[in-house]
């Protein structure tokens, strides 16, 4: 695994994107201590304190996933950020939330953004970006419900150890993907936010009470009553 740091970058998933992915090694981990233009899920920022928290991308070569799987990538990285967080805070409720958030209790403590390159019916490569909240405390008020690792444990934690501990979890889930893409399923299943638990979503501008069942393998959520099944981000729950 090769680990390259940068005191300051725009966003280590941007930066990747400059790369020429080709002959970049896999497992490459681009790290920033500070990001000046994070970016979240459609399109939002990503707000980080500069140095408080780990802002890092990884590049994947998951060729033996078709395109219609790139979904089971974020459910590996997500499996792998919930036992770190397992870990570190082993008397807490630590849950992935569907579609790319990990969880304690009701609130976010990490968030993954990843973008696939195909070629044909393959992927390519992947860039996976995660951001990790572990010692900020304090956090802008329109975040809408933010944790991190020192807000639950009320001390300061080291992210190089965090990091190294979360790529090893990564390296291993990304194995399993690979050998017994099964058993990486049960466990994200076992560790879904509101899974099982009858509770209200909203679909446009309705809301209505249903309980999730789990994802299908293209990543789309699947409620009953009925099984519907819905895709990334078109379905919101209502906390
Ligand atoms: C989300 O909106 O929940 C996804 C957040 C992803 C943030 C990470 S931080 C490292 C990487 N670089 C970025 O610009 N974004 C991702």
Same mark, same amino acid.
């Given at each position: ?36 233009? $994070? /970016? %979240?899920?459609?399109? !939002? ?11 890092? &991308? #990884?590049? =994947? ?67 996976? $970006? /995660? %951001?990790?909240?572990? !010692? ?11 944790? &991190? #690792?020192? =807000? ?88």
């Amino acid at each position: 695994m090769n680990i390259r740091y940068f005191d300051t970058l725009e966003s280590t998933n941007n930066y990747c994107k400059l790369l020429d992915l080709n002959t970049v090694e896999e497992f490459t981990v681009i790290c920033a201590g500070k990001q000046t233009a $994070g /970016i %979240g899920q459609q399109g !939002n920022v990503w707000n980080s304190d500069p140095y408080k928290n780990l802002t890092f &991308s #990884i590049i =994947l070569k998951p060729t033996f996933l078709s395109t219609a799987d790139q979904y089971q990538l974020t459910m590996m990285l997500a499996v792998a950020v919930a036992k770190t967080t397992m870990e570190l805070l082993p008397h807490h409720p630590v849950k992935i939330k569907w579609p790319n958030d990990i969880y304690v209790s009701d609130r976010k403590i990490c968030g993954i953004l990843t973008t696939a390159t195909v070629n044909h019916q393959h992927i390519d490569s992947a860039i996976c $970006g /995660i %951001g990790f909240n572990v !010692n900020q405390t304090v956090f802008p008020a329109w975040i809408p419900n933010p944790t &991190s #690792i020192a =807000l639950q444990t009320g001390q300061e934690h080291d992210l190089g150890l965090i990091l190294q501990s979360l790529l090893k979890k990564i390296e291993n889930e990304y194995l399993l993907l690979r050998n017994n893409p099964d058993v990486l399923k049960e466990q994200y299943l076992k560790s879904m936010y509101r899974r099982g638990v009858p509770s209200q979503f909203k679909l446009n501008e309705d809301i209505f009470i249903g309980t999730i069942e789990g994802v299908d393998r293209f990543g789309h959520l699947i409620i009953n009553p009925g099984k519907r099944s819905f895709d990334l981000k078109e379905v919101q729950f209502v906390i």
